[in-house]
């Protein structure tokens, strides 16, 4: 059955399979927009963070099921909670006793799932939670002997409504499915063998570590960290990337690194005291891709750009945002990375800088990404705007029946006349010429002073909005001139009522297409900040997903599988679900997707101790 037959079995399912986020229509922007802006004000009133301080916390084993392992799977899974097919697709895939992967031996299930943010979509709220991610994941794995331990990190979304939602799933105890939920707070510290931690942060929409936070992770995890210990860190976004364009992105993560990883304060000396441990990979999702950015180290060839050699010395810093949100691009991803850059207004601060470079492996690859994100302005293509955002489209075309209407009445103004039908029937290539370019000194001359403004100030002035305006003028007047030779090929003799529908239908439809077109294309012209984005969350591509499933041997190395789906499961099977209470039905894929490797897998090697 498809979703929608899926959908009708809510009640037996015990949660409502959801359709993926169309994120360019109208009610979503709106929407979005208020929650956004909402959070944005009264996140540093109604910081959930520093209530946590009063609630109980420690620190975390795994794997709950024998606490003296040797060894330890891990799977790493974020941005999930988006529509129904793409998040059950990895979730089952996640549940799996043994995950069959293309050209290499099956892996066993994680005995660790670290949910890596963002874990529902498009705001947070117990019922979102219910439906996009607690109801798909419950059903993947209803119950497991080996007690899997979940633990999960706020992402933008999961902070829209303060966090409220997020607590009650995630920190009160509660299974979801076979997986248990052990954390109190929205960060954790988890021991793991052979003397890894992993770390979760919670950096609240990308501000400041609170002081409870940080006063946790000072007497939970820094006075336990011993010479050669190591350390992965997970966080909600990937700031090494942002700090391209922005020196004082990594400014937290870096001071993390040094203050809680590396050293630690001796109430003893009143000095800091250095721990001998180290933070040998920086995993995180926020971004819909994978991509992997591997460290320089001393004996490289000095200035090279070319790809890093396999070495198990290096640090690595994983972006892997495929657990079922729509595909985001990566042919934009800056080639090496000064971390943390020169100049950052940190005071303390590594010098010189570590250098990180882009391995050659992403997913998509920088020649499929570019592809992709064409698709929003190829008409033809599934993934072309006004289809795959129909309710946008039908925006689009309200816009352009208003442009239209109010061209109609200019025209009439400057003829004399009272009725703007008339207007249009003797209106020609010089009216609608004209037309243009006083429309265009309209809405350009206020930029232009804005431009000036910028320039004395010395910043740089912004391009996009006047493409824009203009972008949809362009498509305003190829809409009207179709309207006016309609109302010029028309017989006299019909009624202004029957010319006036039709003139409307035809401003209607070419306004919806061809302003959806426009603006697709405007979306492509631009090559930063959130316009940029919607080349791909405005297709919504959810048909290619993964997660990162890592390992740590008994001899210490941590090895890191990264695994794409390639398709997703859209035709379902109910099954019943055994040793429960209350029978249930679950979802069952049909054809599960195959798992496969995006590239070979990266081995990275326990921190050494000092004289080893």
Known sequence: MNLDELRTHAAALRFTPQEPVRWLAPRELARTAVKVGLAAVFAGYSDKREVQGALESGLLRAPLADPDAEE?????VADLGDGFEATYSVASALAANRLSVAGADSFPRGSLLVLGGDLVYPVASTTAYEDRMKGP???????????????????NHDWYDGLTAFLRMF??????????????RSYFAVKLPQRWWLVGLDSQLGSYFDDPQRRYFESVLSPQLQPGDSVIVCSAAPTWVKSDKEPNAFNSLHW????IIRTRFDPDTGRREDTGASIRLWLTGDKHHYARYAERLPDDRPGSDDTLPPDPRRRQMVTCGLG????????????ALPLPPATSRMREKDEPPSGFALAQHTYPDAKE??????AIARPGSPYWLPWRNRGFAVLAGVVQVVLVLMASAAFALAE?????????????VDDLLGLLCTSAAFFVLPFLFGWAGQLRTGRRPSFGPVVAVLFQLAAAVAALSVAVAVARSVPLTWSRIWILVILLFFAAVLGALLGSQFFALWVLWTHSGQAAEWQMSGQSIDDRTGFVRMHIAPDGTLTLHPLALDGTCRDWLLDEVADT??????PVPRTPPTARLIEEPVVIARTRRPGA
């Open 581 to 586: 209470p209350a029978a249930w039905m679950r």
């Open 72 to 76: 330890i799977w891990i799977d790493f």
């Open 324 to 335: 079922g949100a729509f595909l985001a691009a990566t042919h934009w991803l800056p080639k």
């Open 137 to 155: 994941y419950r059903a993947a794995l209803p119950s497991a002997p080996d007690q899997p331990l979940m633990v999960a990190l706020p992402g």
């Open 171 to 184: 920190a009160q105890g509660r299974r979801i499915g076979g997986w248990r939920t052990r954390q109190t």
């Open 416 to 428: 004399g006349r009272r009725n703007p039908l008339d207007a249009l029937r003797r209106a020609g």
């Open 369 to 374: 990404s570019r592809s992709l994100a064409r």
């Open 256 to 259: 993390f690194d040094r203050n």
